[in-house]
């Protein structure tokens, strides 16, 4: 899916209008850029989907998130699984 104005990506990241926020990533550093990855719920077809935001800048001074030109990111549908791990390890007898 693809995000078309500036007024559906606010939608997006507040979850606003038909949109919901399911997960909201922490922000991770690359070089002088920050990543986050986030998960919303398109609220009428009830399908997830995906979205990565690129700042940079400083908290001191302040951000210029990649989105803010009009580059908006891309919607990947998703849908959650479960998986377990299993892991081996010594123990004392």
């Known amino acids: 899916m ?7 990506m606010e939608d ?13 990533g922490d922000w991770t550093q690359d ?3 920050q990543n986050q990855t986030n ?3 398109h609220v009428p077809t009830g399908n997830f989907y995906t979205y990565d ?3 940079s800048g400083s908290p001191f001074t302040d951000w210029y998130y990649s989105h803010e ?3 908006y990111p891309e919607l990947t549908e998703v ?5 377990t791990i ?3 390890f010594w123990c004392a007898v």
């Open 2 to 8: 693809i995000i078309e104005n500036e007024e559906m």
């Open 12 to 24: 997006i990241e507040c979850g606003g209008g038909d949109w919901e926020i399911e997960e909201e």
């Open 31 to 33: 070089g002088k850029y």
């Open 39 to 41: 998960v919303v719920k």
């Open 53 to 55: 935001l690129s700042r």
């Open 69 to 71: 030109d009009g580059d």
């Open 79 to 83: 849908v959650k699984k479960q998986r």
């Open 86 to 88: 299993v892991e081996e």
